[in-house]
DNA sequence: TAAATAGTGTCTGTGAGACATTATAAG
DNA sequence: CTTATAATGTCTCACAGACACTATTTA
């Protein structure tokens, strides 16, 4: 074994290797519920399943590059919060050959999530059905506004369920909340956004609390404008926070 | 890029792949804090230095397996928990050619750890020093016995303090704590790993208290044997208790 | 002034840290 | 009976859920 490592590390040649790529779970919150941008197969493979926007991973490109290029290039999307997800390694995870993907978790504004739906990237948002609740993971399945389901590729499916999962796992003590929301937001809107990823509502005061104690929000003095009724104080989220 | 891609896709040799490894952190308790096994690099690049056990990913073997036969090749060790940390894909991590790799933490009972020891893998426990508190995380260095430091290999000292932050960061809410015991222990040994995963002293009825209400113990009816003054009971880990 | 949402106050239960106290086995 | 550790009891504080209440803006 060390031998052939000796030679497989001197020699690039000398074994075959795996390719190499990068998928990236788009996140974002539509009409109140978690949901990802996906791509539709035009090509065999798994022609007609959706799919997560990927690319391979260049010979002198970091993976974090990787994930920012097919951000940019496949969803049109300048800047989102990345961050790495897991990476997926099963022998057979596409018939074409072997391919280890690094799955990336990006999360969107409104703004942005809506601004790559009308580019010209050809994604559509599907809305996520989350079966399991707290932390404990389990599957998750994709399905169109009116509830039509959609065919996940691959094993995109086991990809989307890591993310939600990791997302609700990191909502409590990071920011990842603050990542699916203009700067300059309501708490009430801050609150939409947590109880859609929970998938369980949340006490409005004791929230409001929380935020407050952990010292996660400042005020802007703005208030929201054009409602019907009472406008609520605008904040924008406060880095200096302890985490 | 979709063109281009749609040619990497279907012609394996059209691109230049990055090599794929596993690097293995072995992690264990020794002398009542935590402790890595490395080997010593005896070629360039970078001999003489410290790094964790690795090998290539085989072009038929998912990186489950790839990181179960360095497990059993490299450090001579049958069973443990594994686990996927991080994918590192930085462009010069090594001098030789581009090698992404992914880490996984491997945790180890203290038998296991000594018996990987006294094997013929000349593998070598060094003591992390953790000079953070909390899961915030931050750098980690690796000392002999003795207190000397060891110089680490390549971005292996990374690779450790993002274990080092997974474990801490995992400790409260899963059964990582177990993982590092025998089977059979007092809940003194418990406590005492989850001192050394934490870097800090836990309270003692605070802690059993939340061991007991968890239901994550389970008493044996048994008792230490060859203690000087009074006799703990043993427990074993309850699987059923809830996460 | 009615409607609807923004925002606050207070009670209670849970869980953890601090610290004192009791229990028990070995010599 | 001494010694050292095992194991438990209790006080207090921090924090979150429940729920009722007050405040404010628009139409």
Same mark, same amino acid.
């Given at each position: 074994m060390t031998e052939s490592e000796f030679l497989a590390g001197y020699d690039p040649a000398a074994y075959e290797r795996p390719a190499l790529a990068v998928d990236l779970v788009l996140l974002g919150i539509r009409a109140g519920r978690l949901a990802a941008l996906l791509l539709r197969r035009? *090509? *065999? $493979? *798994? /022609? !007609?399943r959706w799919a997560l926007p990927g690319g391979f991973v260049g010979i002198a490109e970091t993976l974090d590059a990787a994930a920012e290029r097919v951000l940019r #290039?496949? /969803? !049109?999307? =300048?800047r989102a919060r990345l961050e790495q997800l897991y990476t997926f390694g099963g022998? #057979?995870? #596409? $018939?074409r050959m072997r391919i280890v993907s690094v799955a990336y978790l990006a999360l969107l504004p409104e703004a942005a999530f809506a601004e790559a739906l009308a580019g010209g990237a050809a994604l559509t948002a599907a809305t996520l059905v989350v079966?399991? +609740? =707290? @932390? +404990?993971g389990g599957p998750v399945s994709a399905v169109t506004e009116d509830g039509a389901p959609l065919a996940l590729a691959f094993d995109h499916a086991d990809i989307l369920a890591l993310a939600v999962k990791r997302l609700r796992g990191k909502l409590d003590y990071t920011d990842v909340g603050f +990542? &699916? &929301?203009? @700067?300059h937001f309501t708490l009430r809107q801050l609150q939409d956004v947590h109880a859609a990823i929970r998938g369980a509502p949340l006490n409005k005061s004791a929230f409001r609390r929380r935020m407050r104690d952990r010292g996660w929000i400042a005020p802007t003095g703005a208030r929201e404008a054009g409602t019907a009724f009472r406008p609520a104080e605008l904040f924008r989220f406060d880095r200096s926070g302890q985490f």
């Open positions: 035009s *090509q *065999q $493979p *798994q /022609a !007609g #290039d496949k /969803a !049109g999307i =300048g022998v #057979d995870r #596409d $018939p079966p399991w +609740a =707290g @932390e +404990a +990542a &699916l &929301l203009p @700067e």
